[in-house]
């Protein structure tokens, strides 16, 4: 029990399903802990059929908030008072805020990957990345890079379902921001070195090197990889994925995806408290 909890304590949701699994709770409330503010993060199994009641009582009881996963991300949408552009350009949402009863819609997961690269010192402003995948993460990770001032970014993936959703995102970006963005087939080798050879740094946003593609690399011609690429991966579990570890071997700085867990939560605690996270603190606990 914590001593702050009171009767004006504030909650703060999750709504997804399945959702037992995640460590989202656990590192929320270690933060409102240690702040010593009354919040407290709860998990709600919330299916797809279930959204719309959830978002009535989520007004209903005055929740100061909810972040939201699979598979209530994109259709939450259309239950909000207003999106950000951002949220609005991904067509998903992670991170409600409810502000004395209007409903507004965030993407924290592209924030937090580019605050992971500035805390890391990675200056990727006004310069090329190459961003491996097309899904969830690496959308919000291409609108974030795109309207915080990437100049460039060359998306690779197979032509799967997602490729075609890449190619109307780089079609959006590209009339909206100023970055230049492209989509390519990942089967093309030959375009991937070279885009790979004109960037600054790599981003893996595929689920290739985690369960159950684990120890496996998009990248697996390790002379695409030269000493001076900065090459990163959204993967944090496990912590060091296979192409992280042949990218070491090439002698490249590596990056891998707590910042971006981390940071994007960071993101979503200013936004319900308005404080900073302890982030040193959080990467302490959470190990
Ligand atoms: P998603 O299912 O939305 O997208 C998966 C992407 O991987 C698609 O582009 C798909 O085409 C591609 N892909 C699948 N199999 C592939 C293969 N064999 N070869 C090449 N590409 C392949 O998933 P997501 O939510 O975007 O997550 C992607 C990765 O990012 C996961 O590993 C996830 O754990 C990680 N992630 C990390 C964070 C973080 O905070 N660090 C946040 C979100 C996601």
């Known amino acids: 029990m914590r001593e702050n909890i009171d009767g004006h304590a504030l909650l703060i949701g999750l ?14 409330n270690i933060v409102y802990s240690k702040l010593n503010v009354p919040y407290v993060y709860l998990a709600f199994e ?6 719309p009641d959830a978002i009535k009582g989520m007004r209903a009881l005055g929740m100061r908030g909810s972040a939201v996963s699979m598979p209530n991300k994109q259709l939450v949408l259309q239950y909000l008072d207003k999106v950000t552009p951002a949220a609005e350009l991904i067509g998903a949402v992670n991170t409600i805020s409810n502000d004395d009863g209007v409903l507004t819609g965030y993407n924290t997961d592209g924030m937090g990957y580019m605050r992971s690269l ?3 010192g990675i200056d990727i402003i006004g310069k090329k ?15 974030q890079a795109a309207l915080d001032g990437v100049k460039e970014i060359s998306i690779f993936n197979p032509k799967d379902s997602f490729f075609p959703k890449a190619e109307t995102i780089a079609k959006k970006l590209n009339e909206q921001t100023k970055c230049k963005v492209n989509v390519f087939d990942l089967a093309d080798t030959e375009r991937l070195r070279k885009e790979i ?7 893996n946003a595929t689920g290739v090197g985690m369960k159950p593609l684990e120890g496996q690399s998009v990248i697996t011609d390790v002379s695409m990889l ?3 690429l900065i090459v990163t991966d959204c993967i944090y579990s496990p912590r060091k994925t296979k192409l992280l570890e042949l990218a070491e071997a090439q002698g ?25 996270t302890p982030i040193e603190y959080v990467k302490e606990k959470m190990g």
Do not use: F
């Open 15 to 28: 709504m997804a399903y399945p959702i037992r699994h995640s460590l989202s709770p656990k590192m929320h």
């Open 226 to 228: 030269r000493k001076d």
């Open 129 to 143: 990345m190459t961003l491996l995948g097309a899904g969830g993460a690496a959308t919000a990770i291409a609108v």
């Open 46 to 51: 919330v299916t797809a059929e279930k959204l």
């Open 197 to 203: 050879a004109e960037s600054t740094l790599l981003n």
């Open 118 to 120: 500035q805390e890391a």
């Open 252 to 276: 490249c700085r590596t990056l891998n995806g707590i910042g971006m867990m981390i940071w994007q939560g960071a993101a979503q605690i200013k936004i319900w408290t308005g404080q900073d």
